[in-house]
């Protein structure tokens, strides 16, 4: 059962530019909503994390939007870098949980 | 170290073979957890251990897969009679906190061939 779903698969950007990454999920016992970033070779890094009971949480260049009605959150990634170019996941769980459902990933290449 | 060590980084068996996978998490991170990607996928949880228990051993797919946590430190993850469905990455995670707040190691690629 996929519990929280993804998109776009990839995503290609111009240097400058914002990317968006959207996630939606299905378990409103979801508290914990994090972001990770993955380069090739490495395992996932956490990027940022909301929890609901704010709407957008914002670190540097990152900011997840959270809609807690439509259980949606996406990550915006603004100003875009070369450097940005890797995988995205985002991924929830419950405070109390034990685990992290993460979504399918979102391949990003920003074009210098 | 600073980070999660897992050894080996690759590791390429012979289907029906037995292997072990090692993770030495962050010192103090009394949380550790064990996650199984395959290519193009998200990270699937395998299991978690809160000390030297399994707190949740609901991900292993099988009993073919067991894993152990015997000083509340390292953690090996052991998989008999390995198959070619087994080929992934195999990461290791560990926390101060359960729940959130992860650290990642770079995982082992288990090739079975």
């Known amino acids: 059962q996929q519990q929280v779903k993804q998109s776009p698969q990839s995503l290609i950007v111009q240097k400058g530019g914002i990317s968006i990454i959207n996630c939606a999920y299905e378990n409103t016992a979801f508290d914990y909503f994090p972001w990770y970033q993955q380069f090739p070779g490495k395992g996932p890094a956490l990027l940022i994390a909301?929890?609901?009971?704010?709407s957008e949480k914002k670190e540097g260049r990152f900011t997840i939007s959270f809609n807690k009605s439509a259980k949606q959150f996406s990550l915006h990634i603004m100003d875009s870098q070369p450097g940005d170019s890797a995988t995205y996941f985002c991924?929830?769980?419950?405070?109390?949980?034990?685990?992290?459902?993460f979504g399918e990933g979102t391949q990003l290449t920003v074009n210098p | 170290g600073a980070g999660v060590s897992q050894t080996p980084s690759n590791k390429v068996t012979e289907k029906g073979k037995y292997v072990e996978l090692r993770c030495d998490p962050i010192?103090?991170?009394?949380?550790l957890y064990w996650y199984r990607q395959s290519l193009g996928q998200g990270p699937e949880f395998l299991i978690y251990f809160q000390g030297t228990g399994a707190a949740d051993d609901s991900g292993l797919p099988n009993d073919r897969f067991f894993a152990v946590r015997p000083e509340g430190s390292v953690s090996t993850l052991k998989i008999q009679r390995t198959e070619r469905g087994d080929s992934a990455v195999y990461l290791c995670?560990?926390?101060?906190?359960?729940?959130?707040?992860?650290?990642f190691g770079s995982g082992t690629r288990l090739t079975v061939v």
């Open positions: 991924a929830a769980s419950k405070t109390s949980g034990s685990r992290l459902t």
């Open positions: 010192s103090g991170h009394t949380a």
């Open positions: 909301i929890r609901p009971d704010v």
């Open positions: 995670a560990s926390s101060l906190n359960p729940g959130y707040g992860y650290t």
